[in-house]
């Protein structure tokens, strides 16, 4: 069985002032002063030189920067895929640094809805059976709770509908609602989105943006990585990398409606 006696923080963080202190929420996610570093060969590559921020419950936010800057290797960290060479990553609260693998992965189960550029749902599968599976480990849903709550998930992201439609029987954006919904089932504590509009054409990935923007009006921390700078304009917060150091933490002060700029978008022409 999983070891679950996790490094509770029962004393508060030092407080710094930073982009997001305004808000005086929770904080979801706290990085202090972490550095990646990856040995090839003779050489060390730093891919993270130093990062630190906090992100407070509620918050959405961008991770951006130019190939190479690191958002790769933050979003491993942030998604508990790997640690540190050294500095900390505290997730809810929970200390990842010292935690083995196994205690990692659980506590990804747990805390961090992931959305992947390629969906990456099970194929022949329906999209009930997809978003159930993040239940299975969850020995709290018998399996009617677990299709209840996949069910529920499917109709908050617009797919009440399709629900037993098999992934290959379905559009890029439905199979991102999808996984959307198979992120959010577990109810966690961030959503991780890595370049989750990369794969699909521009309304599409507006029709995907308005769906992360209710998220966010619900409530939802959502973390979304992209090299793309315009999804920065409708996020509340935007991260910019460069050489594995943060170049720009910034607050959006004007954030831009998805489902204007949908409305604007030309109306798609049948040939
Ligand atoms: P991005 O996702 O922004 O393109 P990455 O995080 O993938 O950037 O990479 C940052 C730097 O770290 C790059 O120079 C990359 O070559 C290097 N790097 C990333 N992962 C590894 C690894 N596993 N081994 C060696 N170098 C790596
Ligand atoms: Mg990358």
Known sequence: MENKTYDKVTTPLPHREGPGESLKGRIVIELQNVKRYFQVGSETVKAL??????????????????????????LNQLGCLDTPTSGEYYLDGISVRTMSKSQRAHLRNQKIGFVFQNYNLLAKTTAVENVELPLMYNSKYNAQQRREAAVRALQAVGLGDRLEHKSNQMSGGQMQRVAIARALVNNPAVL???????????????????????????????????????????????????DGKIREDTINPNIKSAAEALAALPIPQDD
């Open 49 to 74: 030189r130093g990062v630190s921020f906090k992100i407070y419950e509620g918050e959405f936010v961008t991770i951006q920067g130019t190939s190479g800057s690191g958002k790769s290797t933050l």
């Open 192 to 242: 991780l989105a890595d370049e989750a509009t990369g794969n699909l054409d521009t309304r599409t990935s507006f029709e995907m943006l308005v769906l992360f923007q209710e998220l966010h009006r619900q409530g939802h921390t959502i973390i979304f990585v992209t090299h793309n700078p315009e999804i920065a304009e409708y996020a509340s917060r935007n991260i910019n990398l460069r």
